[in-house]
């Protein structure tokens, strides 16, 4: 008998899906727009402040995904075990998933470190200016850079949970399970 997880599925892919497009849209959109604030000496500050109230639907986000992971990777155990290129793929999830959490919460710290700072002059939210103080500019270029990891992990991990989708198609299944049977 085939079993549904339809809520822990929609509770992992929720939860990514916040992780993901949070993590674009505030590169994009957010830290961009930062840009245009016209007192360049409130510009860190109005980004943080948006990321600010982002910070606990983000969290609220990857909870989501590490509670639906863990559901799914429960409920198909037996696949994990017997399918062949299931359980390498979730091993390959759960190491992406560790990079993004590590580089999520190192983002956080940087941007904490940039909203204590409060008001000082930049070119944008990530981009320092000839102005800005040395040490926040440190912060800023390594902000810039974990802008783009955070939803680059976050969209890996997007394309590997639609290859799990994929390694359930029936004949998928029937093909890893007999390649796994055969390969011991």
Not at 102 to 127: F, H, I, M, N, Q
Request: aromatic residues 4%; without cysteine; charged residues 20%.
């Amino acid at each position: 008998m085939r079993q549904r997880n339809t809520v822990v599925r929609a509770v992992h892919d929720i939860g990514t899906a916040i992780w993901f497009g949070g993590a674009l849209m505030g590169a994009i959109g957010l830290n961009g727009a930062a840009s245009e604030v016209s007192d360049r000496r409130e510009r860190t500050r109005v980004a943080n402040a948006g990321w600010n109230r982002w910070t606990p639907v983000n969290a609220a986000g990857v909870v989501m995904n590490l509670v639906g992971s863990a559901g799914l990777l429960a409920a198909n155990r037996g696949r994990v075990a017997a399918q062949r290129g299931v359980a390498a793929n979730s091993l390959a999830k759960a190491v992406v998933t560790g990079a993004a959490l590590a580089a999520t919460v190192y983002s956080r710290r940087l941007g904490a470190e940039l909203d204590r700072a409060g008001d000082v002059p930049a070119e944008g939210a990530v981009k320092p200016d000839e102005d800005t103080p040395v040490e926040i500019a440190r912060v800023q270029r390594r902000l810039r850079v974990m802008q783009w990891v955070v939803p680059g992990l976050t969209g890996a991990l997007v394309v590997l949970t639609s290859l799990h989708g994929e390694q359930q198609r029936p004949a998928e299944v029937l093909r890893g399970v007999v390649r796994g049977a055969f390969s011991h």
